[in-house]
């Protein structure tokens, strides 16, 4: 299953990149979290972490599907 | 009007605090974000804020018609800034208009709060020092 992946802030930089598509065995956010953080060493562990799928909160057992785009959305810094 | 915006020039505070304005209010109570030249004792030149567009759009709609909900408001009004921004600049204006102050104060505490809380907003700061940080804020 391929997803599209955005990275923002401190994540977008960890990353090396704002977004990327990959190729993943994961089937909810909670594994696919995971994954990418054994990959670009995010310095956040999920429960500061909120996931967004097509521009939609939602939780972390969320079922994914093929094409979805995926955004970790690490602590915010507004106003 | 939406209630909630995204900006990326000068917010008018005079502009946004007409849009407040009904007859059966009895006043209205704003907050303005300004940029300040410090943070954790460090000195601070300049920030960027970066922006998930979509979800900030949504998040920051359902924040103002929550508090139309938790509170008797007339009108409620929240414009966040994106992009660069300098010392002194205003980051986000809250304003609210109720029939009694009590709603009125309350409600525009509450949406700031909300704001910084929730919409995927993140603030890069630039220091005199040449560094520059994102803040994620929280333990």
Known sequence: ?79 | MKRFELRDAPIDAVAERATLEDPAAGGCVTFEGWVRNHNDARAVTRLDYQVYGALAESEGAAILDEACARFELRAARCVHRVGALAIGDMAVFVGVSADHRDAAFAACRWIIDEVKRRVPIWKNEHYADGESGWLHPGA
């Open chain 1, 1 to 79: 299953m391929k997803v599209r992946m955005r990275y923002f802030a401190s994540l977008a930089d960890r990353a090396g990149r704002p977004e990327e598509t990959r190729d993943t065995a994961a089937t909810n956010p909670r594994d696919l979290y995971a994954e990418v953080v054994r990959e670009h060493a995010f310095g956040f562990p999920p429960e500061r972490v909120r996931v967004a799928v097509n521009d939609a909160l939602v939780g972390w057992d969320h079922v994914l599907a093929d094409g979805d785009e995926v955004v970790f959305l690490p602590p915010v810094s507004g106003g």
